[in-house]
């Protein structure tokens, strides 16, 4: 299985990619899964990809053909627009699986040779765009109510996209998110798992700024995993208490108010019994002082 999201905010797209492929008992499989292609100063694109491996290969390898084809019509270097460069991808996955599909005729008909894509990139001159092409060659942009688009294992990771991403969110917010999205999936989901890739495109860039692979064990994605998990328990910890978690603390307050006077008319009593006390024995101290001094000087 996979898992696989783009986040499109007002200064730049983040693409992030899970690399699991295979997750048997004795058999743990990775790929790619984010691609990339650059034409620095004129145009970027990263493709994601979800579904069946073969497509997909076919797919990225028939791009990079026409790319190398001059007499090619269209390519992702002549196309003019970013849903131009979408719907090109789009028709090479349907062209690849009906392929695909007439070579198996009918004794794999049940295979599923189907791919699903995301393309992010800018063109020159027009702004960021992120688009989902979907297995039968159609494609939708992200909108400003929900500006992320999400291919594979979505529905762990989107809450927290849900919640957080906005149009305003700084990029690099905006990939710690897309970060905590593939960490909660994969504690969910054995299918999605490390290394991740991350993608990080500026507006106007016209290129992949950083681009990063984080494993379980690379210093900065071990602490946003354990800070992440730290933090969620303490604000569970935080939330309001229940009507019955609170009782016996009121009966607690209850009992001690009731217990003050009571407490305080003791300690009047013991006060003034005190007082007697202290009087008669200053009574007692004097008339021994007289008898001595009756009976004389004592040596």
């Known amino acids: 299985?996979?898992?696989?999201?783009?986040?499109?905010?007002?200064?730049?797209?983040?693409?992030?990619?899970?690399?699991?492929?295979?997750?048997?008992?004795?058999?743990?499989?990775?790929?790619?899964?984010?691609?990339?292609?650059?034409?620095?100063?004129?145009?970027?694109?990263?493709?994601?990809?979800?579904?069946?491996?073969?497509?997909?290969?076919?797919?990225?390898?028939?791009?990079?053909?026409?790319?190398?084809?001059?007499?090619?019509?269209?390519?992702?270097?002549?196309?003019?627009?970013?849903?131009?460069?979408?719907?090109?991808?789009?028709?090479?996955?349907?062209?690849?699986q009906k392929q695909v599909t007439q070579q198996l005729q009918s004794q794999y008909s049940s295979l599923n040779v189907e791919t699903t894509l995301i393309l992010g990139g800018q063109i020159q001159g027009e702004e960021p765009a992120i688009y989902l092409i979907y297995p039968v060659g159609n494609c939708i942009a992200a909108s400003p109510e929900t500006p992320f688009l999400q291919i594979g294992e979505i529905k762990y990771g989107k809450p927290i996209l849900d919640r957080f991403i906005r149009p305003h969110v700084t990029l690099e917010d905006a990939a710690r998110c897309a970060l905590v999205s593939l960490d909660s999936t994969m504690r969910s989901n054995i299918s999605v798992g490390p290394p991740v890739d991350l993608a990080f495109i500026p507006r106007d860039a016209l290129k992949v700024k950083h681009s990063l692979r984080l494993d379980l064990d690379t210093p900065y994605y071990s602490q946003l995993k354990e800070i992440w998990a730290r933090q969620l328990e303490n604000a569970v910890r935080s939330l309001p208490k229940f009507e019955w978690e609170l009782q016996p603390q009121l009966s607690l307050q209850v009992q001690t108010q009731s217990q003050q006077p009571q407490a305080q008319a003791q300690m009047g009593a013991q006060t003034q019994q005190n007082g007697l006390n202290a009087a008669a024995q200053m009574q007692f101290g004097s008339g021994n002082n007289g008898n001595n001094g009756s009976g004389g000087q004592s040596y």
């Open 1 to 96: 299985m996979t898992y696989c999201v783009a986040i499109k905010v007002n200064e730049g797209l983040v693409m992030a990619a899970d690399t699991r492929t295979a997750a048997g008992v004795d058999d743990v499989r990775t790929y790619n899964k984010m691609h990339t292609f650059e034409f620095p100063g004129d145009r970027v694109f990263v493709v994601l990809s979800a579904g069946n491996l073969a497509t997909t290969q076919h797919v990225l390898a028939q791009a990079q053909r026409d790319l190398n084809d001059p007499t090619a019509t269209v390519n992702l270097r002549t196309v003019r627009h970013m849903f131009d460069a979408a719907d090109y991808l789009g028709q090479l996955s349907v062209r690849a």
